[in-house]
């Protein structure tokens, strides 16, 4: 890596001398910080302009890098211009610019060259630009397009067809075989899909839990001791999931230097098959293997490791990782993933969490079911694999968990992966919360009982929203289920079923309307719907705002679309701004302009603050979504704003708060900055990802944390 950085300054000194007229003698110098990066040495370059700042200083050498002197082969030109883009495009960052890839370099030649990122991801992780799990999120093409108001491009002609990315990863079969884990060794099946439908056959509950620590050593004696202590009980823990960090997403070369977030890191399929030898249960790998850049290297370690069960296509139209912005390679990369999956002689679940692609993100449900029937459409018709849905954290009445799991039932014949807790309930105390519990496992028992789909039920521990649940607080979760589990089929006996098959059937219909128009419309557009890799990157450009707003089933009502079927998170969340509203008797902020943003995927916070505060007349000004502090700084000094909300949930608030306040100095700027959310915050040194709270430190930074809305209003009055 360093080398392939040596040569980058040093072809830009070669360009250099060719273009000194046009660059103004512009100079690459070398710097060490772990490894080497260009940067934009202008002052001590003679011609330089001192008023010129380092993005416009910066920027004047990206039109010169056309061919290269004295390299006729294409391909290693190629290579190499790529390089120097790299090491021209991270000066921005030498100078403290806010946007590192701006716009216009992203329109660069080759901009959708992998080894332009790996070489740049270096350059940032050489001069600490690496960020935290704030960033991860809708990617910053998506949220660019969305800010500015153009109209995405929704084709590139440099990302090969989607038959041929499919081809290689069948190819990859050869080398890439299904391995035996102790779960497939201890059913006796060939996969999980197998071992699913025997269940579901027999009428049998099956039972998810999720491990969350931050070691892999802890991790696989946590699933060991699990399993043994649930068996003492009569309890069977079907599947483990294991929590993932978003550092995974990243192709290898750039996983080194990557901040480390939440959860583990698997290198290769020897820390795999770690977890797949951990407990007799199946192994279920799901966030950040399928969907980003890095998803072919998981993918085949994965299934070396004898995992059937692989996911999660979801966050491939939604998630982001900091600093990579190229969604042609991670595109290609999802399909040789999936290509590689359809070629082996096992079934292998293509997971989906709904929750985390648009689903979390419309307001009608009939656009959330009919994205899972296009995601159907691409992974089984036209890919040749089997999708297995899951959903749940946002699914809060026990009526549209129910309709949604019997719509799924009836409309898809792969099992499902799991049903998730609604985890959004859990707003008290341990006590309190077993009665969120509660409410949504007997809805979700229930209603596998009238239409097995295969979901194993996900009993959420009850301390969850205070800490991370150690191994006997899984277990007494795990044990209520089982329990639970024996009382439903009574329950299920008294139940009037036809609500919930009338609200299946709206969702059904909507959901194939909503799919069929989008299709319609995509190809209309001039995208080719038969082709996987040019429909799903149409999609994620698109996201999830403008595809319901074109799409949605509901007929237009002025400027918007009628709801169908309300999202349960979106009523609950409006029905809290109304209240709130209502007590503010003769509050009234027409006169200020809040710039909204928030740190990472997560926002819902962010919906209620806005429609809080338009309730009160202030103006919003929807900065973006996982948005880079510095940015949000710029947009909100570009609109005019008054004052900073910022919503956040990954256990980064104090990060991006020393970070926004920051760029705030930088640019000569005072502006109150409100913060929300989940103030809490895992020390990096730590093996307990345990969070501390972090609120006061955040408001020794200058920001104001806010509880509530309250603390939010009495800072915007003052």
Request: aromatic share 6%; glycine share 10%; proline share 4%.
């Amino acid at each position: 890596m360093a080398a392939d950085l040596r040569g980058g300054a040093a072809l830009m000194r070669q360009r250099r001398k060719h273009q000194s007229a046009r660059a103004g003698q512009i100079g690459i110098d070398q710097r060490r910080a772990g490894a080497q990066f260009g940067r934009c040495d202008r002052h001590d370059v003679p011609g330089a302009s001192p008023g010129l700042d380092g993005d416009e200083h910066c920027a004047a050498t990206l039109p010169n890098l056309g061919a290269v002197p004295g390299q006729s082969d294409p391909a290693v030109a190629r290579r190499l211009r790529a390089r120097a883009w790299a090491a021209t495009a991270v000066c921005c960052l030498a100078h403290g610019l806010p946007a590192p890839l701006r716009e216009r370099d992203r329109q660069m030649p080759n901009a959708n060259d992998a080894e332009f990122h790996v070489i740049l991801f270096a350059m940032r992780v050489s001069m600490g630009h690496t960020r935290t799990d704030a960033d991860q999120g809708r990617g910053r093409w998506q949220d660019d397009q969305m800010w500015n108001g153009s109209e995405p491009v929704l084709t590139d002609p440099a990302m090969s067809p989607g038959a041929d990315l499919l081809a290689e990863g069948r190819r990859m079969v050869a080398d890439w075989q299904l391995g035996r884990s102790l779960f497939l060794e201890t059913e006796g099946v060939a996969s999980e899909a197998e071992y699913k439908r025997l269940a579901m056959s027999s009428g049998r509950m099956m039972q998810h839990e999720d491990i969350c620590f931050r070691s892999i050593d802890r991790t696989v004696a946590a699933m060991s001791e699990l399993h043994v202590c649930a068996a003492t009980e009569g309890v069977r823990i079907d599947r483990f999931g294991v929590t993932l960090v978003w550092t995974m997403g990243y192709p290898p070369d750039c996983r080194a230097g990557a901040t480390r977030g939440t959860g583990i890191v698997l290198t290769g399929p020897e820390d795999f098959a770690r977890i797949t030898g951990a407990s007799p249960a199946a192994a279920h790998f799901g966030d950040f293997m399928l969907g980003p850049p890095g998803a072919l290297e998981n993918t085949r370690a994965a299934i070396a490791a004898g995992a059937t069960a692989i996911g999660n296509l979801g966050q491939y139209f939604t998630f982001r990782l900091p600093y990579w912005d190229d969604d042609v390679a991670t595109t290609e990369a999802t399909l040789r993933a999936l290509g590689l999956i359809a070629a082996q002689e096992a079934e292998i679940l293509v997971h989906s969490n709904l929750d985390d692609g648009f689903a979390g993100l419309f307001l009608d449900m009939t656009s959330a079911f009919g994205m899972a029937l296009i995601e159907k459409h691409i992974v089984e018709d036209l890919i040749g694999a089997s999708v297995s849905f899951c959903f749940g954290h946002h699914f809060s009445a026990p009526l549209m968990r129910a309709a949604f799991q019997a719509a799924l039932a009836r409309e898809t014949d792969t099992p499902g992966t799991m049903i998730f807790g609604n985890t959004v309930a859990y707003q008290g105390g341990a006590t309190s919360n077993y009665a969120s519990l509660a409410s949504y496992l007997i809805s979700d028992l229930e209603a596998l009982h009238e239409h097995h789909s295969g979901h194993a039920v996900n009993s959420v521990p009850v301390t969850e929203n205070v800490r991370i649940p150690d191994v006997n607080e899984i277990l007494d979760a795990q044990i209520f289920a089982a329990r639970l589990a024996d009382h439903a089929p009574g329950h299920a006996a008294v139940r009037d079923n036809s609500l919930i098959e009338q609200m299946a059937d709206r969702l059904i219909s909507g959901g194939r309307i909503f799919a069929e128009t989008a299709l319609k419309g995509l190809a209309e557009r001039g995208v080719d719907i038969a082709d996987p890799a040019a429909l799903m990157l149409a999609i994620r450009r698109l996201g999830a705002r403008r595809i319901e707003a074109l799409w949605g089933a509901g007929p237009l009502e002025g400027a918007r679309r009628a709801l169908l079927v309300a999202a349960d998170w979106a009523e609950e969340l409006d029905e809290m701004a109304g209240a709130w509203i209502a007590r503010q008797a003769n509050v009234r902020l027409v006169h200020r302009r809040v710039a909204l943003g928030t740190t990472d995927v997560h926002e819902h916070g962010a919906y209620l603050v806005r429609r809080a505060l338009e309730g009160l007349g202030a103006t919003v000004i929807e900065a973006g979504v996982a948005i880079n502090a510095e940015v949000m700084v710029a947009r909100a000094l570009e609109t005019g704003a008054d004052a900073i909300a910022i919503s956040t949930y990954n256990g980064i608030g104090l990060d991006y708060a020393r970070r926004l306040m920051a760029a705030l100095a930088a640019n000569g700027a005072v502006l109150p900055v409100l913060m929300g959310g989940k103030l809490n915050e895992i020390p990096q040194d730590s093996n307990s990802s345990l969070p501390v709270d972090v609120t006061a430190q955040i408001k020794a930074t200058g920001a104001h944390p806010c509880a509530d809305l309250d603390d939010m209003l009495a800072v915007l009055r003052s």
